[in-house]
C-alpha cells in the first residue's frame, strides 16, 4: 500500500519550514521538496524555459554554464533550471532567472493553469513531503497577478481536487491567528547579523508592484495584513468546501508535536 504524502501550507510566518523539517526527521524515509529544489508538482523558485531560452541562458552566462547544467531537468519540451539554488555573484543572474518562473504574471492565466494541472496529474509519488506546493504561490499568483474573484480560485481549486483524485495525500495546514505576530517574527528571523530586514522589503515591494497591490493601495505593512488576512479567509474556505477530509489543520506554532503524530499515524 502505498504510503501517504503531506503538503505543508500555511501564510508566511507559519512555521512551514520548521515543521518541514520535524516532519522529515519524524519520516526519515520520506524524500522532502522544499521551495527552490526540482519538484514533481511545484515550480517555486525555478525556471521554466523552452529549449532555445536555456541556450540562450548558457550562452548568457558561460562562467557558470556547468554550475547550470547541474541543476537543470528536462521535462519534454521544457527545461526546468533550480536558479536559486546556484550560488554565484554575477551581477542580476537570479534577477533574469526569475523572468523565466510561471509565476509572478510572467504566463498568462490560461497557460499557467496548463502548466500546474499537468504536473500534478503526472504526479504519482508517496512517501513525500511538500513545502507550500498546492497554495501560497500558486494563490499569491492568482491573487496579486491575475486579480482572480475568490469564486475564481474556488473554481480552480475544484477542478485540482478532481486532478489529485484518488492520490494519496494529505494537506498539513499550520492555521496563523496572530497574522501581525507571525509577520513580526518572520522579520527577525530573516535578517542579517547587523538587524537589517532581508525579506521584509522584498515582500512590501512584491505586494506594492503586483496588478492588485497597485490597484488597491496595498502598501507598507498595513497593505501586507490585508492581504494575508483575505488570503488567509481563502484558503479557510477552500479546505472547508473542497479539500476538508484531506486536510489535518494544526493552529501554527501553538500544537504539541506528540498530538501530530498521534494523527500523522492514523495515515500511514
Known amino acids: 500500500m502505498k504510503r501517504t504524502n503531506y503538503f505543508i501550507e500555511g501564510l508566511q510566518g507559519a512555521g512551514k519550514s520548521t515543521f518541514v523539517q520535524r516532519l522529515s526527521e519524524y519520516l526519515s524515509d520520506y ?36 554550475e547550470i547544467k547541474a541543476k537543470t531537468f528536462t521535462e519534454g519540451e521544457r527545461e526546468i533550471i533550480c536558479y536559486t539554488q546556484i550560488l554565484t555573484d554575477i551581477p ?26 499537468e504536473r500534478f496529474q503526472r504526479w504519482d509519488g508517496e512517501g513525500q513531503i511538500f513545502e507550500c506546493s498546492i497554495f501560497q504561490n500558486i494563490i499569491e499568483n492568482q491573487m496579486l497577478y491575475f486579480m482572480m474573484s475568490d469564486e475564481e480560485i474556488l473554481d480552480f481549486y ?7 483524485g ?24 530573516r535578517s542579517d547579523d547587523q538587524g537589517n530586514e532581508l525579506w521584509f522589503p522584498l515582500m512590501i515591494r512584491y505586494l506594492e508592484e503586483s496588478p492588485c497591490g497597485k490597484a488597491h493601495a496595498l502598501t507598507g505593512l498595513e497593505g501586507l495584513l490585508v492581504h494575508l488576512e483575505h488570503r488567509r479567509n ?13 486536510v489535518i489543520v494544526v493552529r501554527a506554532k501553538d500544537y504539541r508535536w506528540e498530538d501530530v503524530v498521534e494523527l500523522l499515524n492514523m495515515f500511514q
Open 31 to 66: 524524500k522532502v521538496f522544499r521551495e527552490g529544489d526540482y519538484s514533481p508538482v511545484e515550480l517555486a523558485w525555478c525556471a521554466y524555459v523552452t529549449e532555445e531560452q536555456y541556450h540562450h541562458v548558457l550562452s548568457d552566462y558561460p562562467s557558470i554554464k556547468e
Open 158 to 164: 475544484k477542478r485540482l481536487k478532481n486532478i489529485l
Open 92 to 117: 542580476d543572474f537570479h534577477k533574469n532567472l526569475e523572468k523565466f518562473e510561471i509565476y509572478n504574471g510572467n504566463l498568462d492565466r490560461e497557460s499557467f493553469e496548463k502548466v500546474i494541472f
Open 234 to 246: 481563502l484558503e479557510r474556505r477552500i479546505i472547508d468546501e473542497i479539500f476538508r477530509e484531506n
Open 166 to 189: 484518488n492520490k494519496k495525500y494529505k494537506i498539513i495546514y499550520l492555521d496563523v491567528e496572530d497574522i501581525s505576530g507571525g509577520i513580526d517574527v518572520i522579520r527577525k528571523e
